[in-house]
């Protein structure tokens, strides 16, 4: 089943003007990710939210697909690749349930705290390996909170009939680099910058 888009629609704006929370590792993350970065890479980002870091790495790469199934988060990332004056990012409303692009077809693909909202990253995990090419990267940073939060689950049903919490899966560092390597994936790169921070993976599919 796929998460409904209205919690993200109606925190979009209120996301778009959050300061980063830790800006140092961010920067890092975004250096690492460039190192694997060329020019002639046709790129795909999911769940892409307001296109801060698809609009960073544009200069970098041939062209980014980057989805979301939130209107208002693609709105709010159309508008500020139009103000950057970025062309080679196309901003899309669509669901990661339903990714189209060709097998074997893509360089790189972003998924920034993403796989933990995701009823089924498995299912998810399977269809980004098959549309990366042999050699491709898939570039992860997920919140793992069943390493240090795994009550969160008992409470999370609550919130998320309050409507303060999207679905959320309680994840493990294990967990998440167990699923990438079932699916075929060779962990090429794991770095988390402290316990409970978001865990950031770069995944190679094999050549
Ligand atoms: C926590 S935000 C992360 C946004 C961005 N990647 C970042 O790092 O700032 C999660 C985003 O994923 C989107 N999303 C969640 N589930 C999705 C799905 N099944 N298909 C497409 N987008 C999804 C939400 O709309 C939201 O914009």
Redesign the pocket.
Known sequence: M??A?QF?DKV?EK?AKQPIEDEAAYQKKLAITRDYLRPDMDVL??????G??AILHAPYVKHIRA????AN?VAIAKAKAKAKHIDNVTFEQ????DLNSPDQSLDAV?????LH??RDKEAAIARVYQMLKPGGIFVT?TVCIGDTMSWFKLIAPIGRFLGIF?FVQVLTAQALADSLIQAGFELDYQWQPSKGKAVFIVAKKPE
């Open positions: 796929a998460q888009p993200w979009a996301y980002e999911i769940g892409c939210g307001t801060s870091t989805i979301d199934f939130s988060m669509a669901t990661i349930e972003l998924g920034l705290s993403i909202l995701l940073s999207p």
